[in-house]
């Protein structure tokens, strides 16, 4: 933390620059020269109806009575085991049901900035952080990392047991068992491992979803940590989740629009996974935008936070976009300060200071780790924190934020990270009635980078993320992608024909401009990884197209050099980053009637407002007339004609 006077004003703009003692939270960028932005392009994307894009948000699961039932059975004997673990309030809240709102959650994901884990908006920038997702779900944001392994003999007992039924299981069912399966085995038959059982639910459930409702064996060694009650610090791990399904979102968002926009026809279904509990999300906006809440349910002490908007029907909004972006006298910085008893963390009357001691009160230490830079260990990503991009969500006033580096080469390392000890001598809590404000400086460095529409394609670290995404026709009978126009501006990735021409073209992740960054250019190599958390088909010489070229070949990316600012003084590193990508294909499992996801039976459609993309290396296509378009689309056709010609005896074969 930075502790200055300086000449500070409202992030609305319209106060007069007071001069007097400001607390920043660090690092703080020195100068703002290095950030002198391009134009980029702010294109309105009029979508036509029957818009083939599905989002599947595998992690929103309702509550079911068989679930609910288990729960209230449990919860005499094991209430204080649970408290103690801390994960008494995100089982509790499982009960709650939370109605989905896709409008509204295609709304804010267009806001998302992939190289920032930050929304952008006109404002200010906003995040989910460590406080929302301890404050909103009820998860610890201390204890042990989610990879700790077991080390007790009786534990690893425990452990075999668990892993003999889901063998036998798998051996009948040629899989592993679902949820729903996993329940009967152990619901009213007296067994011995029925709390470790249970909680492999919830966690298989609610916390780290499995896209086909079974039981994720990976997770048996958390389950049985949380049984004993040895807490688990399953916020960061819960965070880094949706931090990587909002980069997900996005990324198919832009890719799919900008497919549209060249005139792409895409007969196909592009059905695209969102793992994590992505509800969190949704409440995060409903607590923070006035604009956009629904009228909450009236909760006592008794209850947790989320039960504030159980089965509370949503707002017809006509136009997200706008109300998103006109929300600057709606937006709510700090929210949970309304109810600061109930929500668990640190929120004093009136602003302190103390010397910083090794042992810290539990409310003091959760704070204090919200508050810095850190690396996000999940299951099965690692993701950067940057809560120094949005300090006023923590009562600290805003000034330039600098650059942070990167610690995750290992899950050990990234760990090492977020534990690291602190390096203040002291800690400051601000009052829960201030209102932070900005830098005067800041304010003309956001001005000149987000409200004058200049993108941010310089000083950035182009980041790859999972491609949880099926594509299939309406029948779902094939995989293979439809043809495009051939562009060299369309970015490229799951390459699954040899053919230069792809619409999938369209979807690989873009310099995301979308936010002001201090992110260094990196080379960045990604490698293909086939994760082992959940089942997946290897893929076989079967799978390789004619050509010899495989769906992993596809999925080899290129190198990406950034561009760097000739002014830059920002340093220059060569990366490798090595993401964690699930390579699945689609097979047909059986529905779980016990558990029903959040997914709508009609096709999604994504929101038809205006989308802010960043500007390509190859030119933009914002300022095209209605009359170029139009030639645009006639050439289109015609190429698509021919392509479909030329092709049709390579798909027959």
């Given amino acids: 933390m930075e502790v200055r006077q300086d000449f500070m004003l409202s992030p609305a703009g319209d106060s007069e620059p007071t001069f007097r003692t400001a607390h920043f939270l660090k690092p703080i960028e020195n100068s703002t020269h290095e950030f002198s932005l391009n134009p980029s392009s702010s294109s309105s994307v009029s979508e036509p109806n029957g818009c083939p894009l599905k989002i599947n948000f595998n992690g929103?699961?309702?509550?079911?009575?068989?679930?609910?039932?288990?729960?209230?059975?449990?919860?005499?004997?094991?209430?204080?085991?649970?408290?103690?673990?801390?994960?008494?309030?995100?089982?509790m809240s499982t009960k709650s049901r939370i109605t989905k709102n896709q409008d509204l959650l295609y709304g804010v994901a267009e806001k998302w900035c992939c190289q920032t884990n930050t929304f952008v908006f006109p404002f200010g920038e906003a995040t989910l952080t460590l406080e929302d997702v301890m404050v909103l779900g009820g998860y610890s944001i201390l204890g042990e990392p989610v990879f700790t392994p077991l080390e007790d003999p009786e534990m690893r007992e425990v452990e075999k047991k668990l892993q003999h039924i889901e063998r036998q299981e798998r051996i009948i069912k040629r899989m592993a068992p679902s949820t729903s399966v996993w329940m009967n085995i152990f619901i009213n038959k007296g067994s011995e491992i029925e709390h470790e059982a249970f909680l492999v639910t919830w966690l298989s459930i609610f916390v780290f979803p499995h896209k086909y409702n079974l039981v994720k064996s990976c997770l048996?060694?958390?389950?049985?940590?949380?049984?004993?009650?040895?807490?688990?610090?399953?916020?960061?791990?819960?965070?880094?989740?949706?931090?990587n399904d909002l980069t997900l979102f996005k990324e198919i968002i832009?890719?799919?629009?900008?497919?549209?926009?060249?005139?792409?026809?895409?007969?196909?279904?592009?059905?695209?996974?969102?793992?994590?509990?992505?509800?969190?999300?949704?409440?995060w906006v409903w607590e923070r935008f006035k604009n956009l809440?629904?009228?909450?349910?009236?909760?006592?002490?008794?209850?947790?936070?989320?039960?504030r908007w159980h089965m509370v029907r949503a707002l017809k909004i006509?136009?997200?976009?706008?109300?998103?972006?006109?929300?600057?006298?709606d937006f709510l910085w700090r929210p949970y300060v309304r109810y600061a008893d109930k929500c668990g963390m640190f929120y004093p009357n009136d602003e302190i200071l103390v010397p910083f001691m090794e042992v810290l009160d539990k409310k003091m230490l959760s704070f204090v780790l919200c508050l810095r830079a850190s690396e996000l260990v999940g299951i099965e990503c690692i993701e950067q924190y940057l809560p120094h991009r949005v300090a006023m969500q923590f009562g600290m006033d805003q000034d330039v934020p600098g650059y942070v580096s990167r610690f995750n080469e290992t899950k050990e390392l990234a760990w090492k990270n977020y534990t690291r000890t602190s390096s203040d001598t002291s800690l400051y809590f601000p009052s829960r009635f201030f209102e932070a404000d900005v830098t005067t400086r800041y304010a003309k460095w956001w001005k000149k980078s987000i409200l004058g529409l200049?993108?941010?394609?310089?000083?950035?670290?182009?980041?790859?993320?999972?491609?949880?995404?099926?594509?299939?026709?309406?029948?779902?009978?094939?995989?293979?992608?439809?043809?495009?126009?051939?562009?060299?501006?369309?970015?490229?990735?799951?390459?699954?024909?040899?053919?230069?021409?792809?619409?999938?073209?369209?979807l690989k992740d873009e310099k995301n401009a979308d936010a002001p960054s201090s992110l260094p250019p990196e080379h960045n190599t990604l490698t293909p990884l086939i994760?082992?958390?959940?089942?997946?088909?290897?893929?076989?010489?079967?799978?390789?197209?004619?050509?010899?070229?495989?769906?992993?070949?596809?999925?080899?990316?290129?190198?990406?050099?950034?561009?760097?600012?000739?002014?830059s003084s920002l340093p220059q590193e060569h990366n490798t980053l090595i993401p964690l990508i699930s390579v699945e294909v689609f097979k047909t499992v059986l529905e779980d009637g016990e558990f029903k996801d959040a997914n709508e039976s009609k096709e999604a459609g994504l929101s038809s407002e205006r989308i802010c993309e960043?500007?390509?290396?190859?030119?933009?296509?914002?300022?095209?007339?209605?009359?170029?378009?139009?030639?645009?689309?006639?050439?289109?056709?015609?190429?698509?004609?021919?392509?479909?010609e030329l092709k049709m005896p390579r798909f027959l074969v």
């Fill in 220 to 243: 048996f060694p958390i389950a049985i940590h949380l049984a004993r009650g040895n807490p688990i610090a399953l916020a960061p791990a819960v965070l880094a989740s949706l931090y």
């Fill in 531 to 567: 994760s082992a958390v959940e089942d997946c088909k290897t893929v076989s010489e079967d799978d390789k197209l004619q050509d010899g070229n495989s769906l992993k070949d596809g999925l080899e990316s290129e190198k990406f050099d950034a561009d760097a600012d000739a002014t």
């Fill in 614 to 644: 960043p500007e390509t290396q190859g030119g933009s296509y914002s300022y095209l007339s209605d009359a170029s378009i139009a030639k645009l689309e006639e050439r289109i056709s015609r190429l698509e004609k021919l392509h479909r």
């Fill in 254 to 283: 832009v890719g799919f629009k900008k497919c549209l926009l060249r005139g792409v026809e895409l007969p196909l279904v592009l059905e695209v996974d969102v793992q994590s509990p992505f509800y969190l999300v949704q409440v």
């Fill in 454 to 506: 200049q993108g941010f394609n310089k000083n950035v670290v182009r980041r790859k993320r999972s491609a949880r995404l099926l594509i299939f026709r309406p029948d779902h009978s094939a995989l293979f992608p439809p043809p495009k126009l051939v562009d060299d501006d369309v970015p490229k990735v799951l390459k699954t024909m040899s053919s230069e021409n792809s619409a999938e073209d369209g």
């Fill in 293 to 307: 809440q629904p009228q909450p349910n009236l909760i006592d002490n008794e209850h947790h936070v989320l039960s």
């Fill in 60 to 91: 929103w699961r309702y509550p079911q009575t068989k679930w609910v039932k288990w729960v209230d059975q449990l919860k005499p004997k094991y209430e204080s085991v649970w408290r103690k673990a801390g994960i008494f309030e995100p089982i």
């Fill in 318 to 329: 006509d136009n997200v976009r706008f109300a998103l972006e006109s929300a600057i006298d």
